[in-house]
């Protein structure tokens, strides 16, 4: 089963046989530790508390990152105005000089413009995201990016090239030590071969990965991953 992951995540995923129609549900997860993903968020007192700094009218970092969560925060449900959301932090980022901030918000702009089929747009927002993270050398925002890359071929059924970038996503994840989110673009990449039909190389990319769970100590998704291969 494939899962379009998106950066924030707070669980790791088993990726059984992927389906086609789970393409749609490009926003479902989550990555950890304050990295964002198009998911409503549990109460409406969050959304207030953003929208309360937003219409602080202030120009700073923190109506940026407000504009950026609310972002993700409505995503799932209303995407014209997430897309609003992060046209105005990314603006306003511009405005500051803020460069980690516009790549922010030029990566949330990929996501909802991928949900939405726009690719073109997307790929042009995800070279602006890409451009400045390597800039200001963050290879974890770069690594983000590659998974976006993934997510967008994959959502054009081009499951060569989104291969390719999940495969350049956990590598670089792994570079970094980061196992959780290298794990989590491994299983991207070992679902996008299954669907391809290269199940031999699907297997095989499932055993690399069961020993890096093992070596990470994750027992359980170990023991969850041994079951797809038997």
């Not at 995800?126 to 590659?146: C, H, M, N, Q, S």
């Not at 679902?191 to 070596?215: D, H, N």
């Amino acid at each position: 089963m494939h899962q379009v992951v998106r950066y924030k995540i707070t669980t790791k995923y088993n990726i059984m046989q992927p389906s086609k129609w789970l393409a749609g549900v490009i926003s479902v997860l989550l990555l950890c530790a304050h990295a964002g993903v198009l998911t409503a968020q549990p109460a409406d007192a969050f959304k207030d508390s953003l929208l309360r700094v937003v219409q602080s009218g202030k120009a700073d970092t923190a109506t940026i990152n407000a504009l950026i969560e609310l972002g993700y925060h409505v995503g799932a449900t209303d995407a014209a105005a997430a897309e609003t959301y992060a046209r105005r932090a990314a603006l306003l980022a511009a405005s500051q000089k803020h460069a980690l901030y516009r790549g922010d918000a030029a990566y949330l702009l990929a996501g909802i413009y991928v949900n939405l089929t726009r690719f073109a747009e997307a790929a042009l927002v995800l070279d602006t995201a890409e451009l400045i993270f390597a800039g200001i050398k963050r290879p974890d925002k770069l690594a983000r990016v590659y998974n976006e890359r993934g997510n967008m071929y994959y959502m054009q059924s081009n499951l060569i090239k989104a291969a390719e970038w999940y495969q350049q996503s956990a590598k670089a994840f792994g570079a970094l030590g980061d196992t959780t989110r290298e794990l989590i673009a491994f299983q991207n990449l070992i679902s996008t071969v299954a669907e391809s039909k290269q199940y031999e190389k699907a297997i095989a990319l499932s055993q690399t990965m069961l020993q890096r769970l093992l070596a990470a100590g994750d027992t359980a998704q170990a023991s969850r991953n041994w079951h797809t291969l038997i």
